[in-house]
């Protein structure tokens, strides 16, 4: 039967579950002695820090701290508070001179120009989805939001090529930090805990090799609103847990509900639980307070985010086999 506690579960024996799924993996499969987590401040990497430490300890988990010109000041503050609180040998790596040398900015900035010319020193910007799409059928087509030096913003329609190479762009900051957990890792001889959480893993919200990447993903079966659950349960510090996700990667705050889902976190949460346990949308739409035609256009979403990006789960693919070697 689905209502809206149908994400409810036993929290203690969920950790122990993951723990000991991570004591496991980490050293009979991956033949590493611990764990480095990237930490943004935000809720996953935070409960993935938390479940790593109590698997671990605190002495075989590191954590790291990557902000660039675009991140927000609130990030690397969380992220110090988390560390000290779970008593974690943490590392605070600017990455903002690897992305300037790597063309990071300027081919961002250069994408931007393209549709809003005088786009420069002291802009802002993000990209966003429509406002409507739980009441439209359209296609959804991204826009790119300004704000000049004097606070005024505007809002226009992102070209394709201009979009993909925004998109483009911004993908170095995932996969520069990747490098450095990996760099970490290496050194430590620890495993790399990747931090989606089952909404953001179904949906494909992740860069692939970038924060897709990883040796083991503790918490990709569960929902965002479990992961929260989880934070509070582990005793993570309340500035975390009730914190609102954000992606902290454009220079104007942008929501994830925003950038990507049609929703916000919590009722995407339970209409994919709902799609994936077979809930007609009839059924769903009085739950949710929404109607039938609201739940069918997410239930289609999520088919068509799955469907577009399955390819960013593969890993290198043979078109050969090699038998020797067993996965």
């Known amino acids: 039967m689905f209502d ?19 004591r496991t993996t980490v050293a009979k499969r991956l033949m590493r002695r611990g764990a480095v987590v990237a930490i943004s401040g935000g809720i996953d990497s935070s409960c993935s820090a938390g479940l790593a430490v109590r698997a671990f300890g605190p002495k075989k988990v590191f954590g ?3 902000p660039e010109r675009d991140s927000s000041g609130t990030s690397v503050k969380l992220g110090k508070q988390l560390a000290e609180h779970l008593g974690i040998e943490y590392a605070v790596e600017d990455i903002e001179p690897t992305l300037r040398a790597i063309g990071c900015y300027k081919r961002y900035d250069d994408a931007v120009r393209r549709v809003v010319p005088e786009f420069g020193e002291g802009w802002k910007s993000k990209i966003v989805l429509p406002g409507d799409l739980m009441d439209s059928d359209r296609v959804n087509v991204y826009r ?5 030096p004097d606070g005024e913003q505007r809002s226009e329609r992102l070209p394709l090529q201009a979009y993909l190479e925004i998109v483009a762009a ?3 900051k995932q996969r520069i930090r ?14 790399v805990i990747g931090t989606p959480n ?36 582990l005793g993570l510090p309340d500035a975390i847990c009730d914190s609102t996700p954000t992606t902290d990667t454009y220079s104007l ?8 889902f049609v929703l916000p976190h919590a009722e995407m949460d339970l209409l994919l639980w709902a799609k994936n346990h077979g809930v007609p949308a009839t059924e769903a739409a009085g739950v949710m307070a929404l109607t039938e035609d609201q739940v069918e256009r997410v239930y289609h979403d999520i ?13 290198g693919l043979l078109v050969g086999e090699v038998p020797e070697i067993q996965k």
């Open 4 to 22: 809206r506690n149908v994400l409810e579960m036993d929290l203690e024996q969920a950790a122990d579950g993951i723990c000991a799924g991570l």
């Open 198 to 233: 089952r909404l953001e893993y179904d949906q494909g919200f992740f860069v692939k090799n970038g924060d897709g990447a990883a040796d083991v993903k503790p918490i990709a079966h569960l929902y965002k609103t479990q992961v929260y659950a989880m934070a509070r349960h």
């Open 144 to 148: 790119v939001v300004v704000e000049d």
């Open 64 to 66: 790291l701290l990557l």
């Open 170 to 172: 911004t993908n170095f």
């Open 303 to 315: 088919d068509r985010k799955r469907a577009t990006t399955l390819p960013l789960h593969l890993t």
């Open 253 to 260: 705050e942008q929501g994830q509900d925003e950038f990507y």
């Open 178 to 191: 990747k490098t450095l957990e990996y760099y970490h890792a290496d050194r430590l001889n620890y495993a």
